[in-house]
């Protein structure tokens, strides 16, 4: 018997589904919402109105794309949490409908583990254990993943995600919203030991990235008083600086992290894994730590159904059903 999912992530303000038939992925359509580019951050109320608009027809291109058609649908997945509480119930609603009048069952999914596995979307051989750095715009973990279904976080950011020290950083320089791959950008063309910023030191795997996104400000204000065009002037080289400091304080911890579970498995995902500059650092400590490492494909490291399609169909393979009356939780962790 085949096994045949649709899923729909709709935790923040990307909408996004997928069709995945017999752990393989037939559709991963993704609408991003750009209307919040103006206030330079997500407004949850938008982002759930937004969903609502573009819900019916992501589902529908979803299904065509994978040719198939919805009475052929063995589960319904949504994301369950974490994220924002307005998203998630057009997500979570949608779907409950949507399974209830077809007679299927529904799989909630946890958005960081969907995240810690997706990967195994474009490169399904992996050993366990691994250690995944699940890096984006509202996380900063490391997750000891045993198996497809068990993991625990080992380490995680006490304040903000890198994510957000990314796009907080690019704010600061005047540049739009999410500023992460902007900042990438302009990176490649800079000197990244140009500047040097304070970082606040913690000694576990924990992160915290609220010590060097103040440093980052001060800096630059007190350059701007010096020289009113000093950010323009420096744009490429201050971009790199900063990039290179948040890539050094991610690989600091996985190190220990491999070192302290002699684990040499390791992957990233999440957004910033898209990250041009924590790529290649990885793949060189990589070829001097003897790690094997795995990164998902661009368009699976930032939010997307084809992840949660991806975990659902492990759930779906391990009976693990929701009930119907289940409620997101935006705080949902492990
Ligand atoms: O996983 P994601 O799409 O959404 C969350 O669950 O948060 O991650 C979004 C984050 C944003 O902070 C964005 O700036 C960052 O990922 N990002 C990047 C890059 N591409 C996306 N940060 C640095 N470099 C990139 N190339
Ligand atoms: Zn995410």
């Given at each position: 018997m085949s096994i045949t999912i649709l899923a729909i992530e709709s935790s923040c303000d990307d909408t996004s589904a997928s069709v995945i038939i017999d752990g393989i992925i037939k559709s991963n359509v993704i609408s991003s919402q750009l209307v919040h580019a103006k206030f330079g951050g997500v407004v949850p109320e938008i982002a759930s109105r937004a969903h609502l608009k573009s819900i019916v027809l992501i589902v529908d291109k979803a299904l065509k794309k994978a040719k198939i058609d919805k009475n052929y649908l063995d589960a319904i997945a949504f994301t369950n949490g974490p994220g924002l509480l307005g998203s998630l119930l057009v997500g979570s609603?949608?779907?409950?409908?949507?399974?209830?009048?077809?007679?299927?069952?529904?799989?909630?999914?946890?958005?960081?583990?969907?995240?810690?596995?997706?990967?195994?979307?474009?490169?399904?051989?992996?050993?366990?254990?691994?250690?995944?750095?699940?890096?984006?715009?509202?996380?900063?973990?490391?997750?000891?993943?045993?198996?497809?279904?068990n993991m625990k976080i080992i380490g995680e950011t006490r304040d903000d995600a890198v994510g957000e020290a990314f796009d907080k950083s690019a704010k600061i320089l005047g540049l739009d919203y999410p500023g992460g791959p902007l900042l990438d950008k302009l990176a490649k063309n800079g000197n990244p030991l140009k500047y040097t910023f304070g970082k606040t030191k913690i000694q576990n795997?924990?992160?915290?990235?609220?010590?060097?996104?103040?440093?980052?400000?001060?800096?630059?204000?007190?350059?701007?008083?010096?020289?009113?065009?000093?950010?323009?002037?420096?744009?490429?080289?201050?971009?790199?600086?900063?990039?290179?400091?948040?890539?050094?304080?991610?690989?600091?911890?996985?190190?220990?992290?491999?070192?302290?579970?002699?684990?040499?498995?390791?992957?990233?995902?999440?957004g910033v894994a898209a990250n041009s500059l924590l790529r290649t650092t990885i793949k060189n400590c990589s070829k001097e730590l003897k790690w094997n490492f795995y990164f998902p494909k661009i368009e699976h490291c930032t939010d997307n159904a084809a992840m949660i399609a991806n975990y659902a169909n492990y759930m779906f393979l391990d009976n693990q059903f929701s009930s119907y009356d289940i409620i997101p939780e935006p705080r949902l962790k492990f």
């Open positions: 609603s949608f779907c409950k409908s949507m399974a209830y009048a077809l007679n299927v069952p529904i799989i909630a999914v946890n958005h960081l583990k969907a995240h810690a596995l997706s990967h195994l979307i474009d490169n399904p051989k992996i050993k366990f254990p691994y250690l995944s750095l699940l890096v984006s715009g509202g996380h900063t973990q490391i997750i000891l993943v045993e198996d497809y279904l795997l924990d992160f915290s990235f609220s010590g060097i996104k103040t440093s980052f400000l001060y800096f630059i204000n007190t350059q701007i008083k010096k020289n009113k065009n000093f950010v323009h002037e420096n744009l490429e080289d201050i971009a790199s600086s900063i990039q290179k400091s948040l890539v050094d304080m991610l690989m600091e911890k996985i190190i220990i992290a491999s070192e302290k579970y002699k684990i040499s498995e390791i992957s990233i995902s999440g």
